[in-house]
């Protein structure tokens, strides 16, 4: 490691050492309590210049080089910071797809106000859109300047306490399902919009389900043109598979700890059949690190493939999985007895059932590991593409 | 380094791109010499390239791409220790002759004793490495054994050497050499394996694509498309790993160790998985299935096992605390 980058280590670390709220675990015990710690840390982050190290140079708080960034990521694993999970869509999705789609105009209406707090969240799938995202049915009417929305969107990451949604609704039913498709900025304040908490198997709240009946939305707020949303959609969930593994690798790098930890308690320093398990899990947290590195260094040199951010997505949620799985194994029965999760405590907190069952969210959101396998065999291997209907291969 | 990464690639893709795969072992030899590649990382100042550990890499990822029969990688090592060993008129000789193709050898095993020794039958010395001694001995008047091993790319011997050679490092110095050529030799093993784990991915797709049953190939098959992204997903990350590390000057022998581990893991998941894709065909001798598989076994084995390399990244992760 060159000088000046351990020079910005150290520095990062004494601004942490000062700034990291110390007591957070316990007061996210509650969702107001969480709520609370996410939006002060975040404010915290922001002042100090540490919330959007991946944002372009002329916005502020942007601007920081891959290996400044990865050395942010790594201190604040290492702090044992709060991850920022109630701003994860605002500075990452909305503001990549800003960044990419928006006008001007946009651009300095909802970047600020995003530094200063605001919360976004993603209003993409749907009852019978999963995996088929492009099967959207969630109505967009234009009616002079506003287009009329009803519908209902699933999975909305943090929905419940957002304000803004990035929304994606069909505004066609001619021709190919992705061409009948446009992207809105959602206000969450609108009439007609009601959001419900939906409950996950290891006790959490962080996704909400979305009501929108007859929601009226300004034209002014379309990302792209009419009938280009599955394009502008592509670019917030390659932002999500690619950029944010960095620095959801780089947690996972700094977690090993927990792992160690676990097995030095359970007194099986010398299992060396465990050892071998733990130095494998490491060393494919490594190669998933590298790979994000690698996918980043491209995209920043203009090299990135169609499917790379899928090999990124699909490295990290498998090793998550393993992971949390081997967490969970040698936390034997003690693992088994219920703990109450923190909110916002990360992928990996050390609370080993509730991290195997989180994991899920990463082989299953943000494009299923299913998914991410089809985009990888045909994008990147060229492999036949499945055919378009069944029905009509059944026939012929 | 002068030349970047994906030209020398370039070079070295074409140069054995086109005899297809295990090329003939002595015309091998001679391109290798003749690219220059046996000089890639002696400095500049003794005669070499000074290109670094990325250069090195590339020649040995393409030289597993290929399965390229032959002492590359012990070749190599031979190299490293006389680059590194003290100036003397007879090492300068020794080295000049390595890097121009003379034969000399190296043991691709892990311990200390004089096994696993590519082409030793053809080879004028070995290099030695005892534990406080690094010597090159002349293999004449030595007892050289063949071992028939199941990957026919590699003519492995035991040798029982006589004579002590010329001491290239004594003490301290032995041992830090002795890393050194094991950290070599370890990276190596990883580069060779990453180039035959994404050649023979390569072929294993095209089959997929070419190969027709039920009115449709293969590759249309979903459980088939799904299993070959899983190995293109590992691939890549173990590649990306290897580049990183190689960039890497502070990495430490548990962390190539760990490396190599992994890379021939994948290697060895890759090419059990090609013949199961491959079908019938792929247990037949004449197609090339099987070298893939016989070399990545044999390669997860040199340089100290998988258990062994993994057993110690856990132990690194318990003492980093």
């Known amino acids: ?27 996210c015990a509650t969702h107001a ?37 990865k050395v942010i990521y790594e201190e604040l694993a290492r702090a044992d910071t709060p991850r920022l999970l109630l701003s994860f869509m605002s500075t990452y999705h909305a503001a990549s797809t800003l960044f990419e789609w928006g006008s001007a105009e946009q651009q300095a209406h909802y970047i600020p106000r995003i530094l200063e707090g605001e919360i976004w969240c993603q209003g993409f799938s749907e009852p019978n859109a999963g995996s088929d995202l492009a099967n959207v049915r969630t109505r967009a009417e234009r ?154 260094a491209n995209r920043i040199a203009g090299e990135e493939r169609v499917g790379d951010a899928s090999l990124v997505k699909l490295s990290y949620s498998r090793t998550l999985r393993e992971f949390t799985a081997l967490g969970l194994r040698i936390g034997g029965l003690d693992a088994q007895y219920h703990q109450p999760i923190i909110f916002g405590g990360g992928m990996e907190t050390g609370n080993w059932m509730a991290d195997f069952m989180n994991s899920y969210a990463w082989t299953i959101a943000g494009g299923s590991d299913e ?21 009509t291969e059944a026939r012929s | 380094m002068t030349m970047t990464r ?51 890499g590339v020649i040995h990822t393409e030289l597993g791409h290929a399965l390229v029969p032959g002492p590359a990688i012990a070749q190599m090592l031979v190299i490293e220790a006389l680059s590194a060993a003290e100036d003397s008129p007879e090492r300068d000789d020794l080295l000049a002759r390595a890097m121009g193709g003379e034969m000399m050898t190296a043991s691709l095993s892990s311990g200390r004793k004089v096994d696993c020794v590519p082409d030793a039958d053809r080879a004028s010395h070995l290099l030695v490495m005892a534990a406080d001694r690094v010597a090159l001995v002349p293999l004449a008047g030595a ?28 003490g301290d110095a032995a041992v830090a050499l002795g890393r050194r050529i094991e950290t070599q030799l370890l990276f190596a093993l990883a580069g060779d394996s990453l180039g035959g784990a994404d050649a023979i991915l390569e072929l294993t797709v095209d089959y997929l694509k070419t190969r027709r049953q039920f009115d449709r190939p293969l590759a249309l098959f979903q459980a088939l498309k799904h299993r070959v992204a899983d190995m293109k997903t590992w691939l890549s990350a173990a590649e990306a790993l290897f580049w990183s590390r190689a960039l890497d000057t502070d990495a430490t022998l548990d962390e190539i160790g760990a490396l190599k581990a992994h890379a021939t893991s994948v290697y060895r998941a890759i090419a059990e998985d090609a013949i199961q894709l491959h079908g019938g065909i792929g247990l037949t001798m004449e197609h090339h299935c099987h070298l893939f598989l016989k070399r990545a076994t044999l390669n997860a084995v040199l340089g100290g096992d998988t258990d062994y390399w993994e057993e110690q990244a856990g132990r690194q992760l318990l003492q980093a605390g």
């Not at chain 1, 009329?148 to 699933?154: D, E, R, Y």
């Not at chain 1, 959602?186 to 009601?194: A, E, P, R, S």
């Not at chain 1, 394009?231 to 690798?249: D, F, K, M, N």
């Open chain 1, 1 to 27: 490691m060159t000088d000046a980058l351990e020079t910005f280590r150290q520095e990062v670390r004494t601004w942490l050492d000062g700034a990291v709220p110390r007591d957070w675990r316990e007061t």
């Open chain 1, 33 to 69: 309590g969480f709520l609370a710690v996410q939006r002060s840390w975040f404010a915290t982050l922001a002042a100090g210049g540490y919330a959007v190290p991946h944002w372009p140079a002329p916005w502020p708080g942007g601007g920081r080089s891959l290996a400044e960034q």
């Open chain 1, 143 to 296: 009616r002079g300047d506003v287009y009329v929305v009803n519908g209902q969107k699933l999975w909305s990451t943090m929905g419940q306490f957002a304000d803004q949604c990035l929304l994606l609704v069909r505004t066609s039913n001619e021709g190919a399902k992705q061409a009948g498709l446009t992207y809105l900025l959602l206000d969450l304040k609108t009439k007609g919009v009601t959001a419900r908490p939906i409950h996950q198997i290891h006790g959490d709240e962080e996704f909400a389900e979305l009501f929108l009946d007859d929601v009226e939305v300004p034209v002014a707020n379309r990302l792209g043109n009419e009938g280009q949303g599955w394009a502008v959609a592509q670019s917030t969930l390659s932002s999500e598979r690619g950029l944010t593994l960095l620095e959801l690798g780089a947690r996972m790098r700094g977690a090993l700890w927990r792992i160690a930890d676990l097995i030095r308690a359970n007194g099986r320093d010398g299992d060396v059949g465990l050892l071998r398990d733990v130095g494998r899990l490491a060393t494919r947290v490594d190669a998933t690190c590298a790979l994000a590195d690698q996918f980043l």
């Open chain 1, 371 to 391: 998914v991410q396998r089809n985009i990888i065999s045909e994008r990147l291997l060229g492999m036949p593409r499945e055919p378009k209907s069944w029905v």
């Open chain 2, 6 to 56: 994906a030209e020398l690639q370039g070079a070295a893709r074409q140069a054995f791109g086109e005899g297809g795969l295990t090329p003939h072992a002595e015309k091998s030899w001679s391109l290798i010499a003749e690219m220059g590649w046996l000089m890639m990382a002696v400095p500049e100042t003794q005669g070499g390239l000074g290109l670094g550990r990325e250069a090195v």
């Open chain 2, 143 to 170: 007892t050289i054994t063949p071992r028939d091993t199941w990957d026919k790319t590699r003519r492995l011997f035991d040798v029982d050497v006589t004579g002590d050679g010329v001491t290239l490092a004594t």
